[in-house]
């Protein structure tokens, strides 16, 4: 009886041990999670960045056009 008793606390030891770790890796990656994050946030600001750069690009390109147009003036008729 003395042997199952032991198999039986040695089996109980391991989900406590198994959940003792688990609880140590998620304490870990918390850290690391935030500044993933903090990341993706710094991207995306750069990205936004470059979309407003792309919009004032565009507006320009689409008066190019138009201020490479001939221009005619009248002719005064004195």
Request: no cysteine.
């Amino acid at each position: 009886m003395a042997v199952v008793g032991a198999q039986v606390r040695t089996l109980a030891s391991r989900p406590a041990a198994a959940s003792q770790d688990i609880k140590i890796l998620i304490g870990a990656s918390i850290p690391r999670v935030a500044d993933i994050s903090s990341e993706i946030n710094t991207a995306a600001e750069a990205m936004q960045a470059q979309a407003s750069g792309l919009s004032e690009m565009m507006s320009v390109f689409k008066l190019a056009p138009s201020a490479s147009a001939p221009r005619t003036y009248p002719v005064a008729l004195q």
